[in-house]
């Protein structure tokens, strides 16, 4: 049989290199994974909480919030990713993704910089929310406790799940896109729920802080990545008509289209052809956001009580 050739934009599938549907797995992954850390955290407390003052009665309380944040949450997020597709391609569509894309970056940064300052103080606001709830003497009060601080890390994954996929150059709905994108949410919720229950079950030693501010590194870079995105939606739709010239155009080196350009994409905001304000604003904004986070990092470290029930965090 005489060989075949193989167009370059068929290559992976000859070797067997996943389409660029994977390239939303590790972006997918790092957010399931800090996200469900901090929510396996709260959970975690809430439960070691109500078990030191002897209210194991009401655990059903707290995962029956738990189970109607992540419903609600699950359900959102359908429903917005399937209003946008029936405008795809569109320049409605184009508006949406850049709604999505700041939203995304904004709650990134947000979160990065709100954990560092509030680590400290998080066990205990819990802990005052959960008596205000037993005091008031309702089963619903603890439920609420818990849907409200999961649900807010539930958003905040919905939001930043949408603009992964958006980021990716293939947004379709396929089955590899979205078998890739489950890879990456189950890969990041059963690291995170390990490293949840060797913390919190085996008093394990772990430099929770440390990791804590690798992966607030991490998600700054993905949210300069996203700011980029935005910034080159809006110059597309015309309201940025400025910093429109071309920076380069690597796209016969790396093209963004490729497997390893979409990765890139998707986690980076790498694009093959940057426009002047692109380069720019992802600098600036990576460049600042990086600087005040690790300086902060050095003079805090993040509280190595956030379970107080016999779990020692390492510094």
Known sequence: MEPRLVKKGNLQNAIGIPSSGGATVIPTFVIFLREGIEASMIIAILLAYLESIDQRRHFKDIFLGVAAAFVLILVGGIAAYLLISQYSGSRIQTIFETITYLIAATSLTYMTFWMQRHSRTLSKELKQRSDNALDNGTRTGLSLVAFSAVGREGLETMVFTLAIVFASSKQAPTADNSRWLLIGAIAGLVVALGIAFGIYKMGAKFNIG????????????????????????????????????????????????????????????????????????????????????????????????????????QK
């Open 210 to 313: 440390r990791f804590f501010r690798i992966l607030g590194v991490l998600l700054l870079v993905f949210a300069a990545g996203l700011l980029s995105n935005a910034v080159a939606n809006l110059q597309e739709l015309g309201w940025l008509p400025f910093g429109t010239q071309t920076l380069w155009d690597s796209s016969n080196v790396l093209a963004q289209s490729s497997v390893g350009g979409d990765l890139l994409h998707s986690f980076f905001g790498y694009a093959d052809h940057p426009t002047v304000l692109q380069g720019v604003v992802w600098l600036l904004f990576l460049s600042i956001s990086l600087v005040v986070y690790l300086r902060k990092a050095r003079s805090k470290t993040v509280s190595n009580s956030l379970i107080s029930s016999g779990v020692k965090l």
